[in-house]
């Protein structure tokens, strides 16, 4: 039996990276799952996963958009029980020294479209159907919703307002909505730069000896992927496993917040 046997899942950004490893897992785990995804590529790759998947293309900053995801949601699967909201984009450590003056409000606007607004119109559109099944919403903070460096000022205070937007409405939702969040560590993905700094060639994958940094910093020495991360949204998405649980972050970053001074872990040899 699986634990979301019977539930349906709405997933916003879920063509790639984590979003994809929680499509992926929910579907394992018996949910029925609806994709809001911008990349018309990464919608064909979802199209081949077989009935218990509806992809549908379109952009999360756009609320007719996330409207129209929930309208195609109800006519495949009947009903909705979950939202996960999983877009994203990074901006490749920009630090404000080095932002230029003539982009940096261009950049702001660009990455808290995606990265905050996007989880307002999402939720915003999904309410009536999540109030019909007293459902839940899981929204993807970061290490950066809590830690300076895991980015620039714009995707650590994105990443902050994510928090804001879990604390606020598993406060106006409850008794009947459950509002929590996952903050992830690093993660090698598709995580895309701005256009506005012209870091849309960028890719994780090539930045210099990336994992070997996660690793390093971290107590437990992993680099999550994004399976790795995918059980922690389940089990925030599993009503009957978490139904007392609203307004918290579960950390799937191996162990930031205990990172020593002296030595990383405590077991390490010095
Ligand atoms: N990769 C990491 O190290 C890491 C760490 C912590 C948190 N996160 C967060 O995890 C989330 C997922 O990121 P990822 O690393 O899996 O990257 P990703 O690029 O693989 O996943 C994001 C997905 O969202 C889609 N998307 C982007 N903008 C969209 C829009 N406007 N409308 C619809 N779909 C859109 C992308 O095409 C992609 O499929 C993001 O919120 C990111 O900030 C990532």
Known sequence: MGWLDGKVALVIGGGSGIGRGVVDTFVQEGASVAVLEINPQKVSSLQGLG?????????????????????????????????????????????????????????????????????????????????????????TVSNSGFYPAGGGPLYVASKFAVRGLITELAYELAPKIRVNGVAPGGTITDLAGLKSLEQHHMSMAAVPNLPDIMRSTTPLQVVGTPEDHAWAYVYLASKERSRTVTGTIIHSDGGMGVRGVGKVAGLLQD
């Not at 900053?61 to 699967?77: K, L, M, P, S």
């Not at 999983?86 to 003539?102: E, H, K, Q, S, T």
């Open 51 to 139: 009935a218990s998947v509806k992809p549908v293309q379109g952009d999360a900053t756009v609320y007719e958009d996330n409207e129209r995801a929930v309208g195609q949601t109800i006519d495949a699967f009947g009903r909705l029980d979950i939202l996960v909201v999983c877009v994203g984009v990074w901006d490749y450590f920009a630090d404000l020294p080095n932002i230029p003056a003539g982009k940096i409000s261009s950049a702001f606007d660009e990455l808290f479209a995606v990265n905050v607004k996007s989880n307002l119109l999402s939720a915003k559109a999904a309410l009536p159907e999540l109030l019909k099944t007293e459902g839940s919403i899981v929204l």
